[in-house]
């Protein structure tokens, strides 16, 4: 008697645990699926062409001190400081992802899309953009300026380290 | 053999008062055949449509152009679109009022919030397929959008796009989802809510309802299918007829538009976010919303109304205050946080606390008062409690779409429609 019930016992459990291994066979094949899924769904993350894509902008001798050079088309502004360093600002606003315009009347950056403005170093003059907007790093080679328009980078205030200088 | 398959949908028999009209008002019904208008339209259109940013444009030029009938059929699946989102919300709500979603309606309320879910997801990757001005950056936006979900936004967002810009990959993935993907899930959700709802004995009825006596199905219950969905074609092939779906001009990745506005049913977010702190707005009241929609059917149903609409007594009355206040709370607050702007009246504050915790513990205190209120003066059981806040919360929504949609105008100014 207690024989037989100790022996039915050890079999439900052992059901129970082969149903509890294929519970979690069943939970882990989802997830891989969903995983492929996710990763069929942004396929350049595998190949990495994106991580750079140099463009470039010209020679540095035909950007003056203090002026800024739209490149829309590539989607960045070229600004050269007063003290003859380099940065590229992304065109994105940093509120939702509009294309923002340069407004040269009030030396200002703004957004169409819910007028947040950005002042010439790329800080917020207002919101709703939450941060200053991102740039693209800039390199320059024999005089040349590369600016890798596929790497954008967030930056919390404008400073000067941010810039780049010719050699 | 017509009917061998009739009776696979339906049982051969139902009780009388099932088929009363306004007690479901066929809501799911017109929800389910409004997805049959919904796969036959698009089929007719995907003939047409070329998924890549060359040339999509200009195929729904020609569908709208070149086409016979094809205006026609492109206005008849985009007003369809949008009316299946508020037919499934309209039908939730019936959900909700005559407490059907308890006990053996768990399952059918889960999969009809999925969904309600994959419907907004197939009129947001269908956003994107005209590749106009207006999809373009509304796509553009609800993407900005996603990256405020903190943590995982980033991850979300380049995974949804496929890569950085909305692009060719974009517009590829989201084709697919659109005419492959989500209608096979969606099919999958409906046989099983159908199913589960006929497991429960067919749509909720009150006690005495429960008793009527049976009828066929055949002819009774299909006579009345057959009748709402007449009316619901009639319905959206005059409004095809007379209006168009809209049409802006080509993507211009370069030029943003003024104001840049998400697609209709995410403004009420997109208004939100303009209120709250990204992290308040993208996780923390989503993530109540989610609890509190999974919480309801698992909650104890102490009421004895089930089946019947505001069969509490009091119930009319709870509504009928929980309404107003919902819609008017609403624009107080959009009013004060726009006048009183707290990130600018206390600039020193951390945003998480100005936008954040301020306008959520007033929001909670004005909450509690109201529910102590309600409490003493209607005495509501726990069931019409989940009613009126289901209520409160859904309006809310409607109200904050409201003020998103016909209320924000350049710049995302406020101003008068
Ligand atoms: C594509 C969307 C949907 C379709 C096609 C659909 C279809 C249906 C149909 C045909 C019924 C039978 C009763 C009636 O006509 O009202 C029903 C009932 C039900 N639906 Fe849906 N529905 C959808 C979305 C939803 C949503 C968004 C919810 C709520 C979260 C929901 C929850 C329920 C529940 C709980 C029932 C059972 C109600 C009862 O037994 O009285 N459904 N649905
Ligand atoms: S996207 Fe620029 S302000 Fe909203």
Redesign the interface.
């Known amino acids: 008697m207690n024989k037989t019930s100790q022996k039915q016992e050890s079999i439900t459990t052992r059901r129970d645990f082969i149903k509890t291994l294929w519970k979690i066979a069943g939970i882990a094949a989802i997830f891989e699926f969903t995983y492929v899924g ?1 990763s069929i ?5 595998k190949t990495q062409i ?1 991580e750079t894509s140099l463009f470039n902008a010209g020679n540095i001798d035909s950007f003056k001190n203090g002026t800024l050079t739209q490149f ?2 590539n ?1 960045f502004f070229l600004y050269r400081h007063a003290d003859g360093g380099f940065i590229a600002f992304s ?1 994105k606003c940093t ?5 923002i315009n340069w407004v040269a009347e009030r030396n200002q950056f703004i ?5 947040s403005h950005f002042d010439i170093m790329g800080n917020v003059l207002s ?2 953009a ?1 941060r200053p907007l991102d740039s693209f790093p800039v390199i320059i080679s024999n005089n040349n300026i590369l600016i890798n328009t ?1 790497k ?1 980078v967030k930056r919390s205030k404008f400073s000067t380290n941010q810039l780049t200088y010719a050699q | 053999m017509k009917h061998n398959f009739i009776f696979h949908l339906h049982p051969k028999k139902i009780r009388e008062s099932s088929i009363r009209f306004n007690l479901t008002f066929g809501l799911g019904g017109m929800a389910a055949f409004l997805f049959v208008i919904q796969v036959f339209s698009g089929l007719l259109l995907k003939y047409h449509y070329q998924p890549n940013p060359a040339n999509a444009y200009d195929s729904i030029l020609y569908i709208n152009n070149g086409l016979i009938f094809g205006k026609l059929v492109r206005n008849i699946h985009h007003w369809s679109a949008i009316i299946m989102i508020l037919i499934a919300f309209l039908h939730m709500m019936r959900v909700v009022l005559t407490e059907a979603f308890y006990n053996k309606r768990k399952n059918s309320w889960f999969t009809g919030i999925s969904m309600l879910i994959i419907i907004i997801l197939f009129n947001f990757t269908g956003y994107l397929l005209p590749w106009d001005q207006l999809s373009y950056w509304a796509i553009t936006i609800s993407a900005g959008l996603i990256e405020y979900i903190p943590g995982a936004g980033t991850i979300l967002r380049k995974a949804i796009v496929g890569g950085c810009d909305i692009n060719e990959i974009t517009l590829s993935n989201f084709y697919h989802l659109h005419t492959g993907f989500l209608p096979l899930i969606l099919l999958i959700l409906a046989i099983w809510h159908f199913w589960k709802i006929r497991k429960a004995g067919g749509v909720i009825m009150s006690k005495t309802d429960n008793n009527s006596k049976m009828i066929d199905t055949v002819p009774h219950l299909i006579k009345r299918e057959a009748i709402v969905a007449l009316a619901l074609t009639a319905f959206i092939l005059l409004m095809s007829i007379f209006i168009d779906a809209p049409l802006h001009e080509r993507a211009n990745p370069i030029e943003s538009p003024n104001p840049a506005k998400a697609p209709w049913y995410f403004l009420g977010f997109q208004e939100i976010l303009l209120h709250f702190n990204p992290f308040i707005a993208t996780a923390l009241l989503p993530l109540l919303l989610l609890l509190f929609i999974i919480y309801m059917p698992l909650s104890k149903n102490d009421s004895n109304t089930t089946g019947l609409w505001f069969g509490f007594e009091h119930s009319k009355k709870l509504f009928i205050v929980t309404m107003p206040i919902s819609i008017f709370g609403t624009i107080l607050f959009v009013l004060v946080s726009e006048l009183f702007a707290p990130q600018s009246l206390f600039p020193s504050i951390s945003p998480i606390i100005a936008t954040g915790l301020i306008p959520l513990v007033f929001i909670s205190i004005i909450m509690l008062i109201l529910l102590k209120a309600a409490k003493k003066y209607l005495a509501p059981s726990k069931t019409q409690i989940i009613q009126s806040v289901f209520i409160l919360l859904s309006l809310s929504y409607i109200t904050f779409t409201a003020i998103g949609i016909f209320f924000r105008g350049e710049g995302m100014e406020l101003m008068w429609p």
């Open positions: 996710f769904f942004n396929p350049r993350k994106s829309r088309a989607k065109v509120h939702l992802g509009c294309s957004c169409p899309c819910h007028s919101s709703p939450p596929a954008s």
